[in-house]
C-alpha cells in the first residue's frame, strides 16, 4: 500500500512539474509575472525531475541556462540511480 503512495506522488508531482514549466514559458511570452526559478528546480528536486525536464523540451524552457541545462538531467541522473538501487535492493 504505501508503494501505492509513492507512485501516485511521483506521477502528481512529474505532472505538476511539466505543467508549471509550460505556464511560465506561456507567463515569459506575455511578459507577464514568472515563476521563481527556485520553484522550478526544487520542483524537480523533490521528484518531479522527469517531468521537469520533459516541460524543458517540450516548451523549450529554460534550455539555454546553463543551470538548468546541467542541474536537471543531474537531478534527474541521481534520482534514477537512486530508484534502480532501491528497486534492486527491494
Known sequence: MPQNYF??????IN???FITY?????RARKQQWRIPE??????ALVGGSIGAYAGMQTFRHKTKKP???AGVPLILLIQGVLAVRFLILH
Open 7 to 12: 507512485i501516485m506522488y511521483l506521477i502528481l
Open 15 to 17: 505532472a505538476a512539474a
Open 22 to 26: 509550460g505556464i511560465d514559458k506561456k
Open 38 to 43: 527556485k520553484t522550478l528546480l526544487l520542483l
Open 67 to 69: 543551470l538548468f541545462q
